[in-house]
């Protein structure tokens, strides 16, 4: 078998318990719940308080329903049109555009449904106050009654410091006090991810924020307290052999590592097949406590430039407390959710620990 995936089941809890904002938080568990096992992390989020989710896929949010019973929120943030499902497990919709508005209004009747506002982000969701002013007359003109539950937006730029995140917020700010206005009164309204949570707390008039990466125990920008996010998971994999290699000699594809002088190298087996991020052979891996260079990444292997303490049944690690997600995040190597996104759960083995 190739790496492990490991998860420490109570710090996970722990973290989650500790970051969020207590009967506020909406949990995001999109992707598999970044890749930490959608059941395992709701399961998880749980038992630590949280009784919120928010995914992108009907099917996951069914699973979450069969999970946690009645008593949680469960919101598609993306947009559907499987009416009968999000009816029959009382999932909370996204009303993303007018467009769709006008495709679907007679199949929204008995929803919970999520106003999406587009802002500066713009994936998704209205474009202006007008296009649901637009609906709102329609609505009274076609005799219709739906149920607004929510209002929503993403910060896109909630993690950078040179003003936009402020232009973002304001625009936001100025769309919630113009639907108010129009009447609706949704009981929930988020759009604080794990950054935009840490930089404002919970913002005036809204009632959750909605936090994926600090939940999970990594840090939404490089200048926070490492103590505030405890990373539960570590990725290591077996040596396979060693190679002796003297000076001049080369190793792998295009003559990826030459040997400046004599030296071992062990040969590991994880590989970018497995999700490693290619930028993070850039950087060093620990063996035994100690670090040492990667030199070379494959599709199934990595090479480490070794020394005589390196023993064949060591394991080599790519990420743990001290080799952290977000570090290499911040060093460049790849968003923290884009690290996690990638790896492998066909080929990567999977561990979840309880340290009592
Ligand atoms: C719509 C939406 N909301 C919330 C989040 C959570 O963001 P973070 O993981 O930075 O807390 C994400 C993550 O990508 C998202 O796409």
Redesign the pocket.
Known sequence: MGGTFQIDEAQFIEQARQFQLTDRTIA?VKNNAYNYGLEFAVKAFAISGIRAF?TTSVDDAVKIRHMCGDKVDIIL?NPTTDFKRARMFNLHITLPSRDYYDAYKDELHDIHIHLEYAGLFNRSGLSSIEELEYILNDMNESDLELNFTGLWT?FGYSDEFDGIYETERGMWEQFISDVLELGIKPSIIHAQ???SYVRDGLLDKHSHV?????LYGSK?YADLDDTDFVQSSTLSAPIVQFRRLTAGMTLGYGAAFKADEDCTVAVVDIGYGDGVLRARAGHECEIGGKTYPIVALMMSHMVVLVDDDVEAHMSVYLYNKKLRIDKYTHLGVGAN?EQLGALNYQSLGREIIYDV
């Open positions: 995001v928010a943030m993403h991810n794990s950054a909605r936090l994926g990466i600090g939404p959710s």
